[in-house]
């Protein structure tokens, strides 16, 4: 159930408050545009939720509230999952080399092997350290979305590592032999 042809002209004609309600509450006007577009779709979903006795002003007003909780609460989802990421970063000079050290040598050829999204963060954030949140950013993406891709990224390649190393790459293998016998991208199916 949609909403009436008279619900919609009161909530279009009330627009300039509602972007005036929303901006201080997400730091933009281009922001609040964009609120403010997701709560009208949800609106017109859930046109349905609208009750008789209420004004479609104050219904919508409380859809904005919801759609701005949401928002909040995503955003606060990503950053943890930056905060997990950063956690695994190395912390010192000394940190990297040691890490670096223990690469092995399949892992810089075995990455192209993997599909081009997942080559392309792993060469970004892991070999290149990259932050996520950066890459994110230039790639367009969510910082989660991006999290995310890392972390099937490196399940991917891990798995890929398994199957051309065997178990050494499992026991932390520093001077792996197993590099020069680096399969092709067709040669090994796509995760």
Not at 55 to 76: E, I
Not at 95 to 109: K, L
Not at 144 to 149: F, K
Request: glycine share 8%; net charge negative; charged share 30%.
């Amino acid at each position: 159930m949609g909403l009436e042809p008279r619900v919609i002209e009161e909530l279009v004609a009330q627009r300039r408050r509602f972007l005036a309600f929303l901006a201080p509450r997400v730091g933009s006007p281009e922001e609040a545009e964009e609120v403010l577009q997701l709560a009208l779709v949800k609106g017109l979903e859930k046109g349905g939720g609208l009750r008789d006795e209420e004004s479609a002003v104050a219904w919508f007003y409380r859809l904005l509230r919801n759609v701005l909780v949401d928002r909040h609460r995503r955003a606060a989802r990503e950053e943890r999952a930056l905060e997990v990421e950063g956690a695994d970063a190395p912390r010192s000079t000394e940190d990297v080399e040691a890490w670096e050290s223990s690469v092995c040598a399949c892992v810089a050829g075995l990455t192209d092997t993997l599909k081009p999204e997942y080559a392309a963060i792993l060469q970004e954030v892991d070999l290149k350290g990259t932050p996520v949140a950066a890459y994110a950013r230039e790639e367009g993406l969510t910082a989660n979305n991006a999290a995310v891709r890392l972390h099937r990224a490196r399940q991917a390649l891990g798995k890929r590592l398994i199957a051309l190393c065997g178990t050494c790459c499992t026991h932390g293998c520093v001077d792996c032999t197993c590099g020069p016998d680096l399969p092709r991208v067709g040669d090994v199916a796509e995760e």
